[in-house]
Structure formats: C-alpha cells, structure tokens
C-alpha cells in the first residue's frame, strides 16, 4: 500500500464538503483543493468563493482556484499525484489530466449508474417516486458519468426526505464511500465493474419553467414534483399573478371535487387544502415572494378570502 498517498482533490458546492473533509482527517489528506473561481452571489452580486474552498482554507489545504482544470496541467504533474478525487467539481477532465495520477481520477455520483447520470441525480428519483437510490464511485473516462464503478452503496428514500435532506444524506455516504474506496485500491487496485450503457437512463438541468407545478396532475406527481425542488429553487405556483413557492404537503384521503388548483379548505395550525386531478393536498409549508419559509396555515393569516382561489398555471410544465 502506498504509504503517504498524493490526493488531489476537485469540488465545488456543499455536496462536495463531506468527502473533503472526510479525507482531510484521515492519511488521505488532500495535498491540493481545485476549486471554480468566486462567483458573484445575492443582490449585492458579493464575489463569493465556493463552500469547497472556504473549507480548504479552514483545513489549512493549498487551494486554487480555475473555471478549467485541464489549464493547471503543470502544476498537478509536478505533484506527482496518486488519484485525483472529483465531487461536483463543474468542469470536464481531460485525457491529459485522466492520466495524470498512477491510479487515476475517481468520482463521487449520486445515484445507482447507469441510472440518472448528468446534472440532477439526486433531484429525479423524487420526481419519479423512486424508494431507494445512492451513489456511486467510479473511474472517470471521457465520456460523462459513464466510467467503470469501483463502488455503490443504496440509500433509502424517506417519505419526508426532499432535495435537502437526499442530498445530505448522499453526500454523507458517499464521503465515507470515497476513503473506503480509496484505501482499497491503494492497497491492491482492484479492478473496477463496466457500466451496462444499455440501462443508462439522463437527467437534465433545471430551467425556471420546469419549477412550475401543473395541478392538474395527481396528487402523487404533485408531492413528489414539491419534494423534488424544496426547499432551492422551490417548485411555483401563481396566486394573483405572484409566485408562491410550495415546500412541503401531504396527500390527503379526500377526492377533489373543485377544480385542480383550487384552494379548498384551510386546516387550522396545519395549512391550506389544494385540489389536484384526484386527492386533495395539503399545503403544510410555503415561501412567498421576498420573504423567509413559513408554515401554511401562517401564510393563510396574512391573507385575505383564500378559499376558493385558485392557482394559476402560467406556463406550467406537466410533471
């Protein structure tokens, strides 16, 4: 086994935060941090550096920052690198850069590849109701999300999880997955499993169109779609021509008997009632236009002749 093993180590967002810090307790220890460059951020368009790089500076690891990893090719060859480890990076490695370390480039992807590979794993098992889901390591090769698997582990999906708390619990595996992983192929680089490309199903980025909520679907679709997008970017619908964003509901056992979109009961301490295609739904948390997250049934106080109302569906995307 390689003793003092060089880890190079490539993330941006929060999802990458586990695994780095992870590493950094163990002999794994990141030698260098690529990150993305500090973007502008908020109203005040603050340059802000990435959560990745904040935690490198934090941990004491020499960190840089570049929108094109394959452009420090110089710099990552004078470390004479073991493996390179890539979380959410946002950047494609090149042939140069695959090479480059003695046991290659390993990534961290959140779901069971070949299922969902590209930009929003952990979004579309909660859109399509899927019970389980998890993470997988592989080998990076130059076609995306498609390199032979050293690692998977299956996480459940929890009625009450959401974007959030999947996320959170995928990164937190998946940490803990890379060091296992890691360690194993330092000590005897065990060959790593083909993808099956035939089973590879794709997910696309999020455009603000697709947040909108169509309450003319099932209540299912519906619960699932709120899931999929709380509590960031949120999934929208329109009350008197302003977005409301929808954060968390439950299905009901009543039919709906009003129009979809209608607001049809409100529950004291609980929230506001929302028929769809075939079960109502309660609303139990929202997030209007300009203000911080609240419950329901608070939204409905500051509101006046709710019931009945109906959401609007400007441009509604069908989920």
């Not at 880890?7 to 929060?14: L, R």
């Not at 002999?27 to 959560?51: A, E, F």
């Not at 794709?202 to 899931?227: L, V």
């Given at each position: 086994?390689?003793?003092?093993?060089?880890?190079?180590?490539?993330?941006?967002?929060?999802?990458?935060?586990?695994?780095?810090?992870?590493?950094?307790?163990?002999?794994?220890?990141?030698?260098?941090?690529?990150?993305?460059?500090?973007?502008?951020?908020?109203?005040?368009?603050?340059?802000?550096?990435?959560?990745?790089?904040?935690?490198?500076?934090?941990?004491?690891?020499?960190?840089?920052?570049?929108?094109?990893?394959?452009?420090?090719?110089?710099?990552?060859?004078?470390?004479?690198?073991?493996?390179?480890?890539?979380?959410?990076?946002?950047?494609?490695?090149?042939?140069?850069?695959?090479?480059?370390?003695?046991?290659?480039?390993?990534?961290?992807?959140?779901?069971?590849?070949?299922?969902?590979?590209?930009?929003?794993?952990?979004?579309?098992?909660l859109l399509h109701?899927?019970?389980?889901?998890?993470?997988?390591?592989?080998?990076?090769?130059?076609?995306?999300?498609?390199?032979?698997?050293h690692h998977q582990?299956?996480?459940?999906?929890?009625?009450?999880?959401?974007?959030?708390?999947?996320?959170?619990?995928?990164?937190?595996?998946?940490?803990?997955?890379?060091?296992?992983?890691?360690?194993?192929?330092?000590?005897s680089n065990p060959?790593?499993?083909?993808?099956?490309?035939?089973?590879?199903?794709?997910?696309?980025?999020?455009?603000?169109?697709?947040?909108?909520?169509?309450?003319?679907?099932?209540?299912?679709?519906?619960?699932?779609?709120?899931?999929?997008?709380?509590?960031?970017?949120?999934?929208?619908?329109?009350?008197?021509?302003?977005?409301?964003?929808?954060?968390?509901?439950?299905?009901?056992?009543?039919?709906?008997?009003?129009?979809?979109?209608?607001?049809?009961?409100?529950?004291?301490?609980?929230?506001?009632?929302?028929?769809?295609?075939?079960?109502?739904?309660?609303?139990?948390?929202?997030?209007?236009?300009?203000?911080?997250?609240?419950?329901?049934?608070?939204?409905?106080?500051?509101?006046?002749?709710?019931?009945?109302?109906?959401?609007?569906?400007?441009?509604?995307?069908?989920?």
């Amino acid at each position: 086994m390689c003793e003092n093993p060089k880890i190079i180590f490539a993330g941006s967002p929060e999802f990458a935060l586990p695994t780095l810090e992870t590493l950094s307790t163990t002999k794994l220890r990141p030698c260098l941090v690529v990150t993305m460059p500090d973007s502008k951020q908020g109203r005040g368009k603050k340059l802000t550096p990435t959560p990745v790089k904040t935690l490198a500076e934090q941990l004491g690891i020499e960190v840089i920052t570049s929108a094109n990893i394959n452009e420090t090719y110089e710099m990552l060859k004078a470390l004479e690198p073991d493996i390179l480890v890539t979380v959410a990076y946002g950047g494609y490695l090149q042939a140069k850069i695959r090479k480059l370390p003695k046991f290659g480039c390993l990534n961290l992807h959140p779901s069971l590849l070949p299922l969902y590979r590209g930009a929003n794993p952990i979004k579309y098992p909660l859109l399509h109701g899927d019970k389980t889901t998890g993470y997988t390591i592989f080998k990076i090769v130059a076609k995306m999300d498609a390199g032979p698997i050293h690692h998977q582990e299956e996480i459940n999906i929890e009625p009450t999880d959401n974007f959030q708390t999947l996320h959170d619990k995928l990164a937190r595996h998946g940490a803990n997955g890379m060091v296992n992983i890691i360690r194993e192929i330092l000590k005897s680089n065990p060959k790593p499993t083909p993808q099956n490309d035939e089973l590879a199903t794709y997910t696309e980025k999020t455009t603000k169109e697709d947040t909108y909520i169509n309450w003319d679907s099932p209540a299912e679709s519906i619960h699932n779609f709120i899931r999929a997008y709380s509590p960031t970017p949120g999934a929208i619908a329109f009350l008197d021509n302003s977005p409301i964003k929808m954060l968390a509901c439950q299905i009901t056992d009543n039919k709906s008997t009003s129009p979809s979109g209608t607001i049809c009961n409100i529950f004291k301490n609980q929230g506001f009632v929302v028929a769809t295609r075939d079960f109502d739904l309660l609303i139990t948390q929202v997030q209007p236009t300009s203000k911080k997250p609240m419950s329901a049934f608070a939204y409905t106080l500051g509101q006046s002749d709710l019931l009945q109302k109906k959401f609007e569906r400007n441009n509604v995307v069908n989920s």
